[in-house]
């Protein structure tokens, strides 16, 4: 079984400091993670995934997310936010073995940001 | 850049109606979904399809529900008899053919059953 926690439901900040959004999961054998973010009236985004290598991964607009096995943690980071980027961010996690492929989905996470 | 297209954007339907979704996936993606979200709720997978036929679904994808690929470009998800709690976002998704890709979403279908 799979699955994604994102403790937080809201996460407020001020434009130009610093974000962080929240992930942890559990999978039984390696995860592929994912970043997906949702704008009003919009579909899902990718931002970002952790396949394998580098634990420090970079996406889409300035977002990064760090990759801790040990704390089974897959956070959003971003060094200065912006306003433009409140909006509804989704961890995802699928096992590298999951013949179907399903996305687990965390229950979301509402960043505003603040001018 | 390639986007996975959904129709239509919205849909109100009387409960115990049939309704069609239908998705075209990106060209060269081999695999395909189907998720929903409950309005306030998280984002739920309900079937995956490769080569013609279904590979996994969820609990929720029960026996009023079914899925199509029936001209090589749509991808289709139908609920054969609508009920009040179908009513959510429904998001089409695909993607390529090695373990490794990105599952790109489409803009999603809301569905209001009445």
């Known amino acids: 079984a799979q699955s994604v926690a994102q403790p937080e439901d809201q996460v407020n900040v001020a434009e130009g400091n610093p974000l962080t959004v929240k992930c942890t999961y559990s999978?039984?054998?390696?995860?592929?993670l994912f970043w997906y973010v949702q704008y009003p009236n919009r579909g899902l985004q990718f931002l970002l995934k952790?396949?394998?290598?580098?634990?420090l991964v970079k996406g889409s607009y300035g977002f990064e997310a760090e990759f801790n096995k040990s704390q089974t943690s897959f956070h959003l980071k971003k060094p200065s936010a912006l306003v433009s980027d409140s909006a509804l961010y989704f961890c995802?996690?699928?096992?590298?073995?999951?013949?179907?492929?399903?996305?687990?989905f965390g229950g979301g996470t509402r960043l505003m940001v603040k001018p | 850049e390639p986007e996975v297209t959904q129709t239509p954007s919205h849909q109100v339907t009387q409960m115990g109606q049939e309704v069609i979704l239908r998705c075209v996936p990106i060209?060269?993606?081999?695999?395909f979904y189907w998720y929903r979200q409950i309005l306030g709720q998280k984002v739920e997978f309900l079937v995956s399809?490769?080569?013609?036929?279904?590979?996994?679904k969820s609990e929720i994808f029960d026996d009023q529900f079914s899925v199509e690929r029936p001209d090589g470009s749509n991808f289709t998800l139908k609920i054969r008899s609508t009920k009040l709690e179908d009513s959510a976002m429904y998001f089409c998704?695909?993607?390529?053919?090695?373990?490794?890709?990105?599952?790109?979403f489409g803009p999603g279908t809301r569905l209001l059953v009445l």
């Open positions: 998704a695909s993607r390529g053919d090695t373990v490794q890709e990105t599952q790109y």
């Open positions: 999978v039984s054998g390696n995860p592929y």
């Open positions: 952790y396949i394998t290598g580098d634990n």
């Open positions: 995802a996690v699928r096992d590298w073995y999951n013949a179907g492929n399903m996305l687990t």
């Open positions: 060209s060269n993606h081999l695999y």
């Open positions: 399809f490769y080569n013609n036929e279904i590979s996994e």
